[in-house]
């Protein structure tokens, strides 16, 4: 009766109030260890007692599908996220388009996002630059953070003016405003995926279809999660 | 939500910080003398390389620890499942994190108690030698008390450092809680959530003041200890 | 018993190279500072490990360079009095003293020895110069050595406290039979206590021997300095008499000293400094010094200064004065001459008495 | 990228951390010395309180200090303006990864130093005031001289801290390649991809290498001043 | 010139309380092991606070404590040899020398009087106990202090090196004029450098005042232990002679003294141990000792034991003799009693001389 979820840090309000209601309607408690990715990712690959994943980032599932260390069948992508370009100053909206001059905007200051080489959001946020021919440009005058909520709080405190983080961390922070928002077909689609670690009971299944129901998704969608597209 | 004083979930991850620092301190004080010892009086070849492997888990970057330490000692290690089959298992178990803040506090352990062993003066221990004392009891009688101070330092750094150690822990034993979710990890995952600001700052106040509650206790014991060898 | 040493080693601008054998009672090592006696007495407590050299305390080697063999410090039995206190600072007087004892049985009689029964509750901290010093010597005594040695000991002691412990050194020597290696600046000391002296000077072995002989060898007065020289006269004890005096058979007749301890026939040694005798021609009458012994001039060692040590002999036994120049030719006196020797009861005691 | 020789990239990496962790060291220990001779002679009311914020680096996790350090000295906040303002910038430099790992680095230093001067004999300083010799010449002639092996100690595990660091360090300054990307940075942002634990791995040998030499030179250097001191 | 002491503390089990006035020249403190000297010392020099107190020095108030004024340790000027050398073990012996000097000056006179001159570029590990001392004086005599306090300084030393550096200090106290707290158990160094005594007593001035008088009071000879008891005359330098001796006058005739430097005329201050003195009802011919002074009793004190402590008047001046209590009797020594004292030349010297 008891299940070890292993998620992705950024998913800890919704996922806990989600969590809870399932242990209250099934009496299965479900304990949720949250961290990076990676670093859950690796666990799992040396024999963690986890029984659901729920990863970040498609690269880090495909890792442990390679590795054969989740049931295929499975996976699924539970949730969406949206790129935005963020500001600690309040102002217009900035239409994020080829002609976009960031330099501009950034007037000598820096652009705060996650590690753009290894972290999932900063991974995003280049590949969305580039689609936009902005990437060239300020690839200089960036101040690439450990994981998006540190790029987040670079933007918070000012220390960077502007920053490309998810829509969801956004809405939560009142010290940062959202600008704009990367076009959709900018970037590779942003989605959280789930899926039963191998050997795992049935009681994983059971959650990981919970996770997928209608009262989970509102609980996301109130957080600012989208709807994953379907599978 | 708002209220300062913490909820159940998070005085569980008070204790569990308490009890990972308190057996993390004490288990390893045996091997930090032992090893303190070894390096102030010890004159063998490959001493220096000791030396640099104490300090190692200083140098390197708290996430590295926890992987190298995973990679040794999870199930799936032979090194791990030989000690899982004698009953010891670290992984994924509060006595994991002892562990990862054992070792990450034990430079500091080493270094202060070497430090004041290296300061007693050799001619209190010539003198209990001519009256008959063997170097082991030498050791427990006359340089151990004397150098009591040092071994409280020693003991204080390790506990401080077991309080705050996050980096090495969640890679190593993740983040469950009751389990493995310490303090540092808690305020972690609350910071890594949208609007998770206020929680992990009531748990930021909580930990500075189990510092505080900490640093006082052995500075009093200190001083009490100071008084008696003085005179 | 016995302790047989003989060690070399480089110290600094010092080469130490030092033998001597020392029989049962008490050896003193005796020489300027610097000369090397800590470090000897450090080689022989294993503290120092000479380049080369033997160290052999009653048949058990305890350093064999040679061979390789070392006995470490705390197996060679060897209570050690440094010549800084050391005491264990973490540790009340009571467990210092303890530290190497076996039981606490000899605790109370030795405190009191030592006058630091009431010092036992303290933290050594808290002591005077002269109390760690005793606390240092008691517990050197009550760990149960095979052998004692004592650094100046007595060094930072006032006089009634150093004539409490010699009286109980010179049973420990005799009735315990335990070896004693002394080092000592303090003539009166070693005169009362050495069986043998050991003259170190810088590093080497300048004379070694009995020491009552080499006490009153005039040709060594000048190492003692000229005020220390003297004679050690072999006495036996005759009686006690009701005034306070006790009196004492020499080779040459009676002498009246200052109450000793002992009971009849015990056998003294009693050290007669040349510098208290007076030499007379006549035998004098009416004065207040109650000890006249007549004596034949033997030898005269002219030092430098108006002084010249005259060496007599009275019965058995050879004695030293020292008397001016002056005086020595106003009176003639050349090797042959006969005369008196007039010492005062006084000035040999107590510190110039011990048992034999 | 499978050759064991690190590229261009990881070379400044490795400079760079050697750059912030030397003048970390060196700026912070005339601040370690003088806080630790506070702590250890000082007699005012607060020293406790002191004490406690002396600790608190190694209290709280990397992350959170990072983040106050960005709240503090970001160039929006009011001590980050004024600093600026005279010259004096953290934000996005190598020099605040400079103070990031000083900050964190000198709990560690202060105990050891702390530790030294108060094993040395008082009645050598009382010796020295009766020749003359004011408080201030007291301490810079007898009692720094003989707690330098502290000092020393001190310095090394500042140093080591330093070139460990690294959750305080992206947080405060983010991870700019040549200016705050130091090696744990790097290793770090290798950690974070499916398939970087190889170049990782490299930047942790180099990481040895590094400590190898730094805990190897500062034995010499003490065992050279311990024979100076004991003659 | 001049100290003035008045302090009080609670220390563990003593109760230490003790005011004396210490003029120019030097006071000596004496009293048993733990009577509280050196925490008198330390309270003079700033190391000690004590509960209540006020000192003064030179018109300087370093200490009082009811107008909560305490100079610093730092700027007393006080120059102090410990009772342990506290030598600084990371400085090489000439550092340590220097470390309170204005410059060097005065170095090499000092070290070649110390017998240091070729320990300069030693550490402190690296010297001997005497060494250490040694090196301590030089010390604090470099420091240019305007008092010298010093703890039991030549403890550790020979006979030989401390009759190198007692007139040395002689010197500082008469030429230097540099005022001198003098803690020791030897009788013979106070005797010859003490101007004023302090005697403590269990945290107590028992007595103080003229070291001369002190010393010659009979009923104080169990304070210095019966052998240690003298008088102390002045005297003048009358000439020297050939054959190594000076003649010095005192009150009651002329003393010939081995050598004492020191030009015609000049005053001196000569101890005589109350047992060096004999006593003879006749002036005795034919006899070494070249000393004879007539003399009459003044007093007699009886102590414990055998010996009697008399006190005669020579000239001027008072004189003790210790004399068994068969002898007083026997040559019926009572008060009034005309005899002559008969003291041998070379027990006054060279310890027991010192410049006036
Ligand atoms: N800190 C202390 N606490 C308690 N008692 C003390 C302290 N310091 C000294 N004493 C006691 O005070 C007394 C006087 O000590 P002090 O050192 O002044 O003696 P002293 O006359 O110099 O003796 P010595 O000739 O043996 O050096 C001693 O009995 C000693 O034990
Ligand atoms: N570690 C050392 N290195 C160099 N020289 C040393 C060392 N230890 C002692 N010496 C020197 O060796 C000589 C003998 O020292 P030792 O301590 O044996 O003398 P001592 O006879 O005990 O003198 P004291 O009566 O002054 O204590 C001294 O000149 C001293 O300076
Ligand atoms: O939730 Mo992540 O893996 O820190 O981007
Ligand atoms: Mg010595
Ligand atoms: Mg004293």
Redesign the pocket.
Known sequence: ERLLVFAAASLAGPLDTVAKAYGEETGTEVVVSYAGSSALARQIEQGAPADVFLSANQGWMDHLAAMGHIDNATRADLWGNELVLVASAPGPEVALTPETDLMALLAGGRLALALPDAVPAGIYAREALTTLGLWDGVKESLAPADNVRSALALVATGAAPWGVVYATDARAEPAVHVRGTFPAESHPAITYPGAVIQGAGPEAHAFLSYLSAAPSREVFEAAGFRAALAP | MTTVWPGPEEWAAVLLSLKVAFWATLVSLPFGIGMALLLARGRFPGLGLLNVAVHLPLVLPPVVVGYLLLLALSPAAPLGSALASVGVVFAFRWTGAALAAAVMGFPLMVRAIRLAIEAVDPGLEQAAATLGASRLRVFATVTLPLALPGVLAGAVLAFAKAMGEFGATITFVSNIPGETRTLPSAIYAFLQQPGGDGAALRLVVVSVAVAVLAVLASEWLARRMMRRAR? | MSLSVDIATRLGALDLAVAFDAPEGVTALFGRSGAGKTSVVNAVAGLLHPDRGRVVLNGRVLLDRAKGLSVPVHRRRIGYVFQDARLFPHLRVRANLLYGAKDDARLGPICDLLGIAG?QE?RP???????KARVAIGRALLSGPELLVMDEPLA?L?QDRRQDILPYLERLRDEAGLPILYVSHAVEEIARLATTLVLIEEGRVLRSGPAAALLSAPDLAPVFGPRMAGAVLPGRIVAHHADGLTEVAVSAGRLFLPAVAGAGGQPLRIRIAAQDVMIALDRPERVSALNILPATVTALHQGQGPGVMVQLSAGEDLLLARVTRRSAEALGLVPGRACHVVLKSVAVAPGGVGQG
């Open positions: 005179g | 010092l303290r901290g808290a002591l005077s110069g002269g109390e930072a006032d």
